[in-house]
């Protein structure tokens, strides 16, 4: 009975990135950003997260417009939003992202019940000819899904 109404995707991640896991966030937000979210207004296409020295996750260039009907105390559209993780999450990010070179980037933003979350994934880059195999991988598999190859 969990309610959730996805907002967003960041397509260009899977494209982008293999995905190794996947954590669910919570996110800190002020009120006119959460009705902007309520109008399905986010982008997440440049967005990356990042942790500090003082260990608190971070996500940067989470592009959530102004709200129409906001006063002059509207929301900046892109600033830095702390992520609420459990500590024992935190410390494993940060080693997996420094140790072994991956990146965290946000997948998804979606209400849960009532409340925003963020889905961040713990990635590995893709070379160029990473993603020429996937395209070329998708591609066979859309032309057997409309019956295209006779075999």
């Not at 006063?71 to 900046?76: A, F, G, Q, R, T």
Request: hydrophobic letters at 35%.
């Amino acid at each position: 009975m969990n309610a959730v109404k996805i907002i967003a995707n960041n397509k260009r991640a899977s494209y982008d990135f293999e995905i190794i896991e996947k954590f669910e966030t919570g996110i800190v937000l002020v009120g006119t950003e959460v009705k902007s979210l309520r109008l399905g207004k986010c982008s997440l296409n440049e967005a990356h997260i990042s942790i500090d020295t003082n260990g608190e996750a971070w996500a940067y260039n989470i592009n959530i417009p102004h709200y129409e009907f906001g006063n002059i105390n509207n929301h900046e559209e892109s600033r830095k939003r702390k992520l609420l993780l459990k500590k024992k999450e935190l410390t494993y990010l940060q080693h997996k992202a420094q140790a072994q070179g991956m990146t965290i980037v946000p997948t998804k933003i979606y209400f849960k019940k009532s409340i925003v979350k963020l889905e961040i994934a713990l990635a590995k880059g893709k070379k160029h000819h990473d993603k020429r195999a996937d395209t070329a991988k998708k591609d066979v598999e859309k032309r057997l899904r409309r019956g295209l190859y006779d075999e």
